[in-house]
């Protein structure tokens, strides 16, 4: 059984869905989340009667919700995406990124050790569920960010395991901090944890204060769209399912004690992307004739930088290709188009979210 804290928020509803929808090796997940602005239950609504899913509403930042949910469902793995994670809300608003990023991560870390402490070593082989926790073959995996190594120059190597933090957002930092208290778990109490540090996230279910969806949404209503400074920030973009796929690597056969780097090879500044998606949606959406401009790209507006904005994030992910037999496989223009047609297809999703 799998323990998905989080899992109502954009990566976790993907990497649920496709554990759900696989025909080979189901197993029962359970999903525990707070329901932030973020979360949202309706994304399970296909597969709500799913005998292999459960969901429960609970707050890493509150202890009782996570040992409650550890009592109840003995978990055989964690896997934790629950985070405060947009830079701006941290710049503006950094308490609850403190709150859930830091301390619930020492507190899902206690009690997940706690709970650790009394599994036993191996199951009794005439136990008839062969898949009941054990110290043996439980795991515990920390989702987390490139963010936290900091930026980089142009001509600069990409981010490896190995690279020094050096967050520079309240959001990075608060990210840093629970990486760091993972690290410590492993090496003071020899508790079985994993984490990964991703590149930038898009695909389906994705809140739109994140730039693709929020670009979409933008054009689908008519809006200006926001560039920050001058738009030549570079970022490696992930396709959210080349993320999960990576994921699944990393729970069935990661090493205890490892941190993975996982990247899309899709490096690209944040104006080409932003043409990339109105492009696409220039071919794809009728109702831009309703408005007057001739593309979406006319409704592109520089505004001034963010404070602290690095640079550029690039991802060295050639540990978990060796390591895990694991390449992203979805190339930025079509991961790109995939995504804008899922959008289209879900308007009620999107508009949803606006009102």
């Given at each position: ?23 080979v ?6 999903v ?23 969901f429960v ?11 409650g ?5 003995k978990?055989n ?46 199951s ?8 009941r ?19 980089l120059?142009?001509d ?5 395991e ?28 020899n ?8 590149s ?14 929020l ?22 973009w ?18 205890i004690?490892?941190t993975y780097n ?40 520089f ?7 690095d ?34 297809n ?10």
């Amino acid at each position: 059984m799998i323990l998905v804290i989080g899992g109502a928020g954009f990566i976790g509803t993907n990497f649920i869905l496709r554990k759900l929808r696989s025909k080979v090796d189901r197993e029962q997940i359970v999903v525990m989340d707070s329901l932030t602005y973020s979360g949202n239950l309706d994304n399970f609504r296909t597969v709500k009667n799913d005998k292999f899913f459960t969901f429960v509403q609970g707050d890493i930042t509150n202890v009782n919700d996570i040992k409650g949910v550890l009592e109840k469902y003995k978990p055989n793995s964690i896997i934790n995406f629950a985070a405060e994670t947009h830079v701006d809300r941290s710049i503006t608003a950094p308490d609850a990124f403190i709150k859930t990023n830091i301390i619930g991560v020492y507190n899902l870390l206690k009690q997940s050790l706690k709970y650790y402490e009394n599994l036993p070593w191996e199951s009794n082989e005439s136990h008839l569920d062969t898949k009941r926790a054990t110290k043996k073959t439980f795991k515990f995996i920390q989702i987390s960010t490139d963010e936290v190594y900091g930026s980089l120059e142009l001509d600069e190597p990409s981010f490896t395991e190995d690279h020094p933090f050096r967050p520079n957002s309240p959001y990075s930092a608060s990210k840093a901090s629970g990486d760091h208290l993972v690290r410590s778990w492993v090496k003071t109490y020899n508790f079985p944890a994993i984490v990964t540090n991703c590149s930038n996230n898009y695909g389906p279910y994705q809140y739109p204060e994140k730039l693709i969806p929020l670009v979409i949404n933008n054009c689908l209503i008519g809006k200006k769209i926001p560039i920050y400074g001058d738009g030549k920030q570079i970022r490696d973009w992930l396709h959210v399912d080349d993320h999960c796929t990576a994921l699944e690597r990393v729970l069935k056969s990661g090493e205890i004690g490892e941190t993975y780097n996982i990247g899309g090879q899709n490096e690209s500044t944040n104006i080409d992307l932003v043409n990339l998606v109105c492009s696409t949606l220039d071919i794809c959406v009728e109702k831009r004739k309703e408005l007057p401009i001739n593309s979406f790209k006319e409704l592109i507006t520089f505004v001034n930088d963010r404070p602290g904005h690095d640079y550029r994030y690039s991802i060295n992910a050639k540990k978990i290709e060796s390591a895990l037999n694991w390449t992203p496989s979805i190339n930025l223009e079509y991961g790109v188009e995939k995504t804008v047609e899922w959008y289209l297809n879900n308007k009620n999703w999107m508009e949803s979210l606006n009102h």
